[in-house]
Nanobody, 115 residues
């Protein structure tokens, strides 16, 4: 059974930082394209960042330069380092594992940016 378990969310002040983790089980995550998506209240889920099996990273314009996605294949874990957080980053953040046609999602972790 495949599981993606996110952690590390919480409350941060504007300009602050958080680090999200996504621990995978039931798959060898190094073979998958791993990504982070987010969904703000009343909005559709949107892509934030992905990292390919070869380590190539891509970012949405809204997070580029502030967020960093990385992976530790030995731990079967993907991370999202979020710096210079803004109130508009408030959302539920979801981990995704994709190896076409297989796609898996975690349950999400809440990130709230507020003073």
């Amino acid at each position: 059974q495949v599981q993606l378990v996110e952690s590390g969310g919480g409350l941060a002040q504007p300009g602050g930082s958080l680090r999200l983790s996504c621990a995978a089980s039931g798959i060898i995550s190094s073979a998958y394209r791993m990504g982070w998506y987010r969904q703000a209240p009343g909005k559709q889920r949107e892509w934030a960042a992905t990292i390919s099996s070869g380590g190539i990273t891509n970012y949405a314009d809204s997070v580029k330069g502030r967020f960093t996605i990385s992976r530790d294949n030995a731990k079967n874990t993907v991370y999202l380092q979020m710096n210079s957080l803004k109130p508009e980053d408030t959302a539920v953040y979801y981990c995704n594992a994709y190896l076409g046609p297989q796609a898996y999602w975690g349950q999400g972790t809440q990130v709230t940016v507020s003073s």
